[in-house]
């Protein structure tokens, strides 16, 4: 089956420091990769997506490059913010005549300090 | 933001009792989706559509049912609450069936006592 996994969390940070969220995948088939962002309260934002091998996503200062041979998809900001204090999700979908059904990771919480 | 509403944001109710939860759309998305979200696992399927009244269930859908009787509204019903049910619920939309990803609503925060 498809899994996702990802580091374990709180990852805190100092504000303009580098960050690297990793995550992992298993798949059958090829795999569309996401990232999504959930600030409290809210429900999630996709924040980037890659949908074959070696391409790189990117928004807000954020990417990600789907790399088949590791089966990862590491997230990577050069320098943090408070602003991006959030709970962050690592998700693939493969395509079946249902939908686009994701399946997710645990989550990875961010704390980025002053 | 896509147009995604739920309903209500916020619910306590007591085990044995039947709850709904609407999710409603403005965007006309052919898929809808629930998911759950607790601690420790993330998010995880509970039932999807593919269309009206296409429904089709998902990695956790015991205790859960469905209904989609027009594009924009997608109902989760659970028949009878039971406290491992407390829990958010997440509304979500997509388009079409490839990567393009897929949009949430704000959220269900359900209590079952």
């Known amino acids: 089956g498809n899994s996702v996994t990802q580091m374990e969390g709180p990852v805190t940070l100092s504000e303009e420091a580098f960050l690297t969220i990793n995550c992992t995948y298993t798949a059958t088939g090829y795999p569309s990769l996401f990232w999504y962002v959930q600030y409290p309260g809210e429900g999630l934002q996709l924040l980037l997506k890659?949908?074959?091998?070696?391409d790189k996503g990117s928004n807000k200062g954020f990417e990600a490059t789907y790399r088949k041979e590791t089966t990862s998809f590491h997230l990577e900001k050069g320098s943090v913010q408070v602003s991006d204090s959030a709970v962050y999700f690592c998700?693939?979908?493969?395509?079946?005549?249902?939908?686009?059904?994701?399946?997710f990771g645990t989550g990875t919480q961010l704390k980025v300090e002053l | 933001d896509a147009g995604i509403t739920q309903s209500p944001r916020h619910k306590v109710t007591e085990t044995g009792t039947p709850v709904t939860l609407r999710c409603h759309q403005t965007?006309?998305?052919?898929?809808m989706y629930w998911y759950r979200q607790d601690p420790g696992h993330g998010l995880r399927l509970i039932h999807y559509s593919y269309g009206v009244k296409d429904t089709d269930k998902g990695e956790v859908s015991d205790g859960y049912s469905v209904s989609r009787s027009k594009t924009e509204d997608f109902l989760l019903t659970l028949e009878s609450a039971t406290s491992s049910q407390t829990s958010v619920y997440f509304c979500?939309?997509?388009?079409?069936?490839?990567?393009?990803?897929?949009?949430f609503g704000p959220g269900t925060r359900l209590t079952v006592l």
């Open positions: 979500a939309i997509s388009e079409s069936a490839s990567g393009g990803g897929q949009f």
């Open positions: 890659a949908t074959k091998a070696d």
């Open positions: 965007e006309n998305h052919r898929y």
């Open positions: 998700a693939l979908n493969v395509l079946t005549g249902g939908g686009n059904k994701l399946t």
